[in-house]
């Protein structure tokens, strides 16, 4: 491809500063639309993408390149070992949105996001490192939708009393027919579903018709997932917006708050177009994990992994559990039964994050989120959506975990406070305690079955055990204190023992596993 200067021969490449094509080596510069991309016979302007292909050695990425592009790190793995060698003819996408966010501002983008992050590992702080940053062209599709009738109720409350309230419900008549054009999902399977919703939006009227010409000094990927994989997300995403967008209005102007779970609009996708937008990619690799940082292209938005520093992070902790354990004894006048229901509330904390963590592995380790990496083509309810609905259920459940937790602080500072004898309210707490870690571990080993790692288990059962050991103690009620501070050091060294492998399930949870894509087939 005649990627060269026309004025000195020299490599030229999209400068995204002055959105122009820029020579590496005389300094001259041409708008991209002016900038002919031609084969190396000097013929007619290409219709393919005869590019370099760049596979990874480690994983089996391949990214497009043109023959100027700059070999860096891939982007899915973080491997430096990337083979080239001259691509085949590739259908190009109809669209792209230019990059519009300079490497280097790039970087200081992702120093902004995470400079208040706590532990964050060091090579995520390290110049160099962030100087990894590859710019891809991810493949999207843009979908079409053809819009229908409308169903859109509403309530307004025009009386309120102390003993009654009148409520009128209205039917909205709302001309919504037309085109909802632009509704973008992207087309890699490789590229995980919620990393792509994340890093939207953006803006479409940036959008130019392909030139090849703005992919040089990038790579860009190949489409992995049929299209017809989102056409009913792409559905749901019109009706939805349209939803909104009348809803803001109709209150606006009369008060009336649509019930947008009954309301809907019908939407018909009647067809889609291949485009690509510029991202930004940052790896950050620890043994077979790998945690991405993703950044906007076009708006600068920052999406990212944040894995935490194990010795950092344990060096913070001890340092507080200083301070907290001088403070204790300043403040309060710790006995053993005081002392065993820190245990147990510390470890039912410690449960539920060990709980919401693996709840994260098993949603990223099988892709029950992820409708691009089935690439179904039946315009029916996928496998995925079923997996995802059934998750939902339980992420619901889930999502009240902490209210347990609070009940048991809420006991807990009640007892200290009104009670001069609390040995009975805390063993109920740590009863129900118990009751809550048990239906973790049942929960834990019912995500095992889709999960390769073991440090969930490994860090849940020390909990229970030590969750047993204080509760039974305190039912019990030795007179011997001496009991109680064993149960106590006996909690505190388990505790320590978990919390290794809770951060391991923590960031187990904040990275994804090392992608093989050496089976990788493309969509034509």
């Keep these: 491809m005649g990627f060269r200067c026309a004025n000195c021969g020299g490599n030229i490449l999209f400068d995204v500063d002055s959105q122009s094509m820029k020579c590496q080596h005389c300094g001259s510069m041409v708008s991209p639309d002016e900038f002919v991309v031609k084969s190396k016979s000097q013929g007619e302007d290409i219709s393919e993408m005869n590019m370099t292909l760049f596979t990874c050695s480690g994983c089996g990425a391949e990214l497009q390149g043109t023959e100027d592009s700059q070999v860096g790190f891939c982007p899915y793995c973080g491997g430096q070992s990337l083979l080239q060698k001259p691509g085949g003819g590739r259908s190009m996408p109809e669209r792209l949105i230019p990059f519009q966010v300079s490497k280097d501002h790039c970087a200081d983008l992702f120093k902004k996001h ?98 090849a010409a703005y992919l040089s000094g990038f790579y860009a990927d190949a489409s992995t997932v049929p299209a017809e994989t989102y056409y009913r997300d792409a559905e749901r995403t019109a009706s939805s917006d349209i939803v909104d967008e009348v809803s803001a209005r109709v209150y606006q102007q009369s008060g009336i708050k649509v019930e947008k779970e009954k309301s809907s609009v019908e939407a018909h996708t009647r067809g889609h177009h291949a485009t690509m937008f510029p991202l930004w990619f940052l790896t950050w690799r620890k043994d077979e994990r790998v945690a991405y940082a993703v950044v906007n292209g076009e708006s600068g938005k920052v999406v990212s992994d944040l894995p935490v520093d194990m010795k950092a992070f344990s060096s913070g902790c001890a340092a507080m559990a200083v301070v907290i354990f001088l403070l204790l004894e300043i403040f309060v006048q710790p006995t053993p039964v005081l002392t065993s229901l820190v245990s147990i509330l510390a470890a039912a904390m410690m449960a539920a994050s060990i709980r919401s963590s693996t709840r994260r592995i098993f949603e990223k380790e099988t892709h029950v989120y992820d409708k691009g990496w089935s690439g179904s ?40 406070v009104q009670l001069a004898d609390i040995k009975s309210v805390t063993g109920v707490i740590g009863v129900a305690a118990l009751f809550y870690v048990l239906l973790t571990v049942i929960k834990i080993l019912g995500w095992q079955k889709s999960l390769p790692q073991k440090q969930p288990l490994l860090a849940i059962f020390p909990v229970l055990a030590a969750v047993a050991l204080n509760a039974a103690i305190v039912i019990i009620s030795p007179v011997n204190d001496f009991w109680y501070y064993l149960g106590d050091a006996a909690c505190i060294l388990i505790l320590t023992v978990s919390s290794v492998f809770m951060l391991q399930v923590y960031n187990i949870g904040t990275t994804r596993p090392l992608p093989h894509l050496f089976d990788r087939e493309e969509v034509q």
């Design 114 to 211: 995470t400079q208040k992050v706590l532990y964050l590992p060091r090579e995520l702080k390290n110049a160099a490192h962030l100087r990894s940053f590859t710019g891809i062209y991810m493949p999207y599709y843009e979908y079409d939708v053809q819009l229908g009738r409308s169903n859109i109720t509403g309530k307004k409350t025009v009386e309120s009393t102390s003993s009654y309230e009148t409520i009128n419900t209205y039917q909205i008549d709302a001309s919504v027919a037309g085109d909802y054009c632009g509704v973008p999902y992207d087309a890699s399977k490789y590229y995980d579903d919620e990393i792509a919703a994340r890093c939207l939006p953006f803006d479409m009227k940036k959008e130019r018709s392909f030139n």
């Design 377 to 416: 083509k039946e315009p029916v309810i996928t496998e995925a959506d079923q997996n995802a609905k059934k998750v939902k259920k339980v992420k619901k459940f889930l999502d009240i975990e902490g209210y347990p937790l609070m009940a048991f602080a809420i006991i807990a500072v009640t007892a200290i």
